[in-house]
């Protein structure tokens, strides 16, 4: 379905007696709603919940392609925002990645619609990107030289080795790498600028209860990335084996799901 403001939302309503509350996924760079669609949205829907994933503007099917490059992270909170309006309850917020740093933007401001708690898979750490920056300049210079040349990020994973690098375990079937290597797109780079230094999380002024789960083997954020991230809103960081970043979309995602109904299951 389309949001109001041009912005793609898949939505599923729940198949069983309806829990409480509703559920808001945001995606990372590179990616859009799809990631989402795949596997959690079917689930949670199965399990009771009313359940949405929001595409950024100019990720997925929403408007805004062609001003992509100049997307700010305060640009994307804004489109939190509106999808979050569009619940008639406060929802949990989930967000994975570059949608976690996004997440903890939202909550920062007492003025955004308030949300139940929120959820971080595998985020982007309050202190930013610049180790994982390090680290993609260590492996791939000339990447690296290319991205800051032509502004654009998606040679970071414009190939299929380099996206499995990035995403994926080592034995994903190569069949669904190919799949969601056709879905991923060009990512802002004054986004990744704002992850960089230009607009951080600051989670003093954070109140709303907050969860991190983390990837044993994920190259973009180390698990000491992830503790970092759970110490700074005085939480445990869950910690899943056996894999990689995109962990919505990995063989053991159910284990996620589960985990995070569990986390909302205990209010």
């Given at each position: 379905?389309?949001?109001?403001?041009?912005?793609?939302?898949?939505?599923?309503?729940?198949?069983?007696?309806?829990?409480?509350?509703?559920?808001?996924?945001?995606?990372?760079?590179?990616?859009?709603?799809?990631?989402?669609?795949?596997?959690?949205?079917?689930?949670?829907?199965?399990?009771?919940?009313?359940?949405?994933?929001?595409?950024?503007?100019?990720?997925?099917?929403?408007?805004?392609?062609?001003?992509?490059?100049?997307?700010?992270?305060?640009?994307?909170?804004?489109?939190?925002?509106?999808?979050?309006?569009?619940?008639?309850?406060?929802?949990?917020?989930?967000?994975?990645?570059?949608?976690?740093?996004?997440?903890?933007?939202?909550?920062?401001?007492?003025?955004?619609?308030?949300?139940?708690?929120?959820?971080?898979?595998?985020?982007?750490?309050?202190?930013?990107?610049?180790?994982?920056?390090?680290?993609?300049?260590?492996?791939?210079?000339?990447?690296?030289?290319?991205?800051?040349?032509?502004?654009?990020?998606?040679?970071?994973?414009?190939?299929?080795?380099?996206?499995?690098?990035?995403?994926?375990?080592?034995?994903?079937?190569?069949?669904?790498?190919?799949?969601?290597?056709?879905?991923?797109?060009?990512?802002?780079?004054?986004?990744?600028?704002?992850?960089?230094?230009?607009?951080?999380?600051?989670?003093?002024?954070?109140?709303?209860?907050?969860?991190v789960l983390a990837a044993?083997?994920?190259?973009?954020?180390?698990?000491?990335?992830?503790?970092?991230?759970a110490r700074a809103y005085?939480?445990?960081?869950?910690?899943?084996?056996?894999?990689?970043?995109?962990?919505?979309?990995?063989?053991?995602?159910?284990?996620?799901?589960d985990c995070i109904l569990?986390?909302?299951?205990?209010?």
């Amino acid at each position: 379905m389309e949001a109001h403001q041009g912005l793609e939302v898949i939505e599923r309503l729940p198949e069983a007696d309806k829990k409480e509350p509703p559920i808001l996924f945001v995606h990372g760079a590179w990616h859009g709603a799809w990631c989402w669609e795949e596997y959690f949205l079917p689930y949670f829907a199965k399990q009771g919940y009313h359940v949405k994933a929001v595409s950024l503007r100019g990720h997925g099917k929403s408007r805004g392609k062609d001003k992509l490059r100049t997307a700010r992270i305060a640009d994307y909170v804004e489109d939190v925002i509106s999808a979050v309006e569009s619940f008639t309850t406060p929802p949990v917020l989930i967000g994975h990645s570059m949608g976690g740093m996004i997440v903890q933007k939202y909550l920062e401001s007492d003025v955004n619609p308030p949300v139940q708690r929120a959820i971080l898979l595998a985020p982007v750490p309050p202190y930013g990107v610049w180790k994982t920056t390090l680290g993609i300049l260590a492996r791939h210079p000339l990447v690296f030289l290319q991205v800051n040349l032509t502004l654009k990020l998606y040679p970071i994973i414009s190939t299929l080795a380099r996206m499995q690098e990035s995403f994926f375990s080592p034995d994903m079937p190569k069949a669904d790498l190919e799949r969601y290597f056709s879905k991923l797109q060009n990512e802002s780079y004054l986004a990744f600028m704002d992850m960089l230094f230009l607009n951080l999380p600051k989670p003093k002024k954070i109140k709303t209860p907050i969860e991190v789960l983390a990837a044993e083997n994920d190259t973009i954020f180390s698990l000491a990335d992830n503790k970092a991230t759970a110490r700074a809103y005085g939480t445990e960081v869950r910690v899943f084996g056996n894999m990689a970043h995109d962990m919505m979309l990995e063989k053991d995602w159910q284990k996620v799901a589960d985990c995070i109904l569990e986390i909302i299951q205990a209010e």
